[in-house]
């Protein structure tokens, strides 16, 4: 199968990178290549473009799709929580923009047997990097009642949480629960019917909770944005689309953060704590895609845009 993926909010996207030709960007979630194609068509001959991905077949099919670009790209098979170690390797200090686009790719989504998918039956598998040893199949047959309720209530938002956490212990102590299909009998008996008749899937928010907590995004996403800040040129810029709430609203805190990061009481007439801005937040609200992007492709629905701007100084 190829790597397909709808690049959501591409133009807006890379244009709220303010591209230079001879600049230096970072695709931290490099997928197949759509941003990073359009980042590139916008580069000169000494413009440059870092792409990491920790997913074998998202590597494979980037450096196809932006091999006419040369020399010009470098595509490093990582996570982007290691940005400062991949762009020392590659003697970089600085760069000019850095974006990602988060969440899980349409190519993942489709690809049955990778299992992120609640529409077919697959594998319990869900690891964004094939490297990681631990799949969703072992979070579901391991974790305690008590952790799977709590990643199902906090990453997947879902009221049902208790009930499908109870379910999937009842059920996991008959056999060990292995397919997508299993988990998704398991989530439908734990949800009332009169709610499954008018809601959207039901194993929508479980599957999106297991596979932020199998592969860490969340804790990805807190433990970058500071350094990804400090590794912008003045005048660069990062931009982060997000699908979850939780996402969003760690993106909006942590960009504020760095442009007022003063922890001083409001009491006291000047500054004293000495912290200084790192920049501006370019976008007070979120940019949402528009009505025709969400009709030709509706995963876009719930992704948001944020900007941050490096100080000149």
Same mark, same amino acid.
């Given at each position: 199968?190829?790597?397909?993926? !709808? ?14 030709? @001879?600049?230096?960007?970072? @695709? ?16 000169? *001959?000494?413009?440059?473009? &870092?792409? &990491? ?29 290691? &940005? ?7 003697? &970089? ?16 989504? @489709? ?26 199949? *072992? #979070? ?28 999937? %212990? ?20 734990? /949800? ?6 008018? $809601?959207?899937?039901?194993? !929508?928010?479980?599957?999106?909770? /297991? ?8 804790? %990805?996403?807190?433990? =970058? ?10 005048? $660069? ?7 979850? =709430?939780?996402? @969003?609203?760690? %993106? ?17 007439? %000047?500054?004293?704590?000495?912290? !200084? =801005? !790192? ?7 979120? #940019? ?5 992007? #969400? ?19």
């Amino acid at each position: 199968m190829a790597f397909e993926h !709808k690049s959501v909010l591409l133009e807006e996207t890379v244009d709220s990178l303010a591209i230079r030709p @001879d600049g230096i960007y970072v @695709d931290g979630t490099l997928g197949g290549g759509g941003h990073a194609w359009e980042v590139c068509s916008r580069l000169g *001959d000494t413009g440059r473009l &870092i792409g &990491i991905d920790q997913d074998a077949d998202a590597i494979r099919a980037a450096g196809e799709r932006l091999k006419e670009y040369g020399s010009r790209v470098t595509i490093v098979r990582s996570n982007y929580e290691n &940005i400062d170690a991949v762009l020392d390797e590659l003697s &970089i200090g600085k760069v000019d923009g850095i974006y990602l686009d988060l969440g899980v790719s349409s190519y993942q989504l @489709d690809t049955v047997e990778r299992g992120f998918t609640y529409r077919e039956d697959a594998p319990l598998d869900m690891r964004m990097d094939q490297r990681n040893p631990q799949t969703a199949a *072992d #979070i579901v047959n391991t974790y305690s009642e008590s952790e799977l309720y709590r990643i199902i209530r906090d990453y997947g938002e879902d009221k049902f949480a208790k009930n499908i956490a109870k379910h999937i %212990v009842m059920r996991r102590q008959e056999k060990p629960i292995e397919t997508t299909g299993e988990l998704n009998d398991i989530i439908k008996a734990a /949800i009332p019917a009169k709610v499954r008749a008018v $809601g959207g899937h039901p194993s !929508k928010k479980t599957f999106q909770a /297991i596979r932020i907590e199998l592969n860490h995004e969340l804790d %990805v996403l807190n433990n =970058s944005i500071d350094r990804m800040v400090d590794r912008l040129n003045p005048g $660069g810029r990062l931009s982060i689309i997000t699908f979850h =709430s939780l996402e @969003d609203r760690m %993106v909006k805190n942590a960009f504020r953060r760095n442009e007022n990061p003063c922890i001083c009481p409001k009491t006291f007439p %000047v500054c004293m704590c000495g912290k !200084k =801005s !790192k920049g501006t937040v370019i976008t007070r609200k979120p #940019i949402v895609p528009s009505e025709e992007e #969400i009709a030709a492709n509706k995963r876009s629905k719930s992704s948001k845009l944020r900007v941050f701007e490096r100080n000149q100084d």
